[in-house]
């Protein structure tokens, strides 16, 4: 039996892999695929990454790609999710912010550096034609960090996942002013170089099965409401995030990885792109 260690965030994207893993479809092929939770989200995946604390990662692609280029020793072998991740731009209930238009030049609530919650508010802040220049950040390490900093008033706004944050909404402790989607594919499969020399073909089984996973995912019996249960949501938001999520069994494209170094790079969030080969490998 192979161990292989794999991180993730814990939200209803990565249902697939626990139902792989609660089914056996890694123990029958040999592989202890041991998955951890990381509510914190890219920024930690990155370093676990790097600390060999974690051999795959399942992670927001615009992060990875950042901190590949940075010099993370990992390669992106796949895109997970094709649609784009809606981040819904968040201020506490009871706060004076009505419009995305308010929150210029306000404190940002950011889960670590580097971090998909970082990166977005750069893409915000484009899409409002602000100085992104001026972006201030409040670290909150988790969404209940960022509960307890908009509530105190130590940060202005919060950047997460829309559908994760609906239920503080419904609670009344968010208000949701706007929304910003990725211009690219939300999650890709990161591995560590060491892993993919030393197991190319445990690697290559690895996502051949979670592939057939998310193939067959959607028609899974009664998968909204497994979904709904699971993850503390309404089953009509469920229902609508299903039909607007994609999961993809295809590599990165170099137009793709293009696109997205060109807007990390006029954003000054990297200072030099890599290479295709440096950061995308087929396997």
């Known amino acids: 039996m192979t161990t292989i260690k794999i991180a993730g965030v814990p939200e209803h ?28 989200g890219t920024g930690k995946m990155c370093q676990m990454l790097r600390d060999g604390e974690t051999d795959i990662a399942v992670i927001l692609t615009e992060g990875i790609v950042k901190d590949i280029v940075a010099g993370n020793p ?39 550096l580097g971090s998909g919650s970082q ?7 484009d899409n409002q034609g602000w100085k992104t220049d001026n972006l201030q950040f409040e670290i909150v390490n988790t969404i209940d ?17 829309r559908f994760m944050t609906k239920p503080l909404v419904d609670k ?12 690219w594919p939300c999650f890709v499969i990161a ?8 197991d190319p073909k445990i690697i290559s089984k ?7 996973t998310t193939l067959e995912f959607k028609d899974i019996p009664s998968i909204d409401k497994i979904l709904a249960s699971n993850y503390n949501q309404k089953i009509d938001d469920i229902q609508e995030w299903l039909s607007l999520t994609q999961w993809s069994q295809k590599p990165l494209t170099e137009k793709v990885l293009n696109k997205i170094q060109n807007q990390l790079f006029q954003l000054k969030i990297i200072d030099k ?11």
């Open 145 to 161: 960090g960022a509960v307890e900093a908009l509530t105190n008033g130590t940060a202005d706004y919060f950047m997460w996942e």
């Open 273 to 283: 792109k890599g290479t295709f080969d440096a950061i995308v490998k087929a396997v």
């Open 74 to 112: 990992s390669k992106i072998v796949q895109v997970y999710v094709e649609s784009p991740l809606i981040w819904g731009i968040h201020v506490a209930a009871n706060s004076n912010y009505k419009t995305v238009a308010d929150l210029e030049n306000t404190k940002v609530a950011i889960s670590r």
């Open 172 to 183: 009344g402790i968010f208000r949701r002013v706007g929304d910003c989607p990725t211009p």
């Open 13 to 40: 994207f990565n249902l697939p892999w626990h139902l792989s893993i609660e089914n056996g479809d890694f123990e029958k092929e040999n592989i202890d695929l041991q998955w951890t939770d990381v509510p914190e």
């Open 119 to 125: 990166l977005m508010a750069y893409v915000n802040a």
């Open 206 to 212: 690895i996502l051949e099965i979670i592939n057939q």
């Open 191 to 198: 591995i560590r170089d060491e892993v993919l020399e030393k």
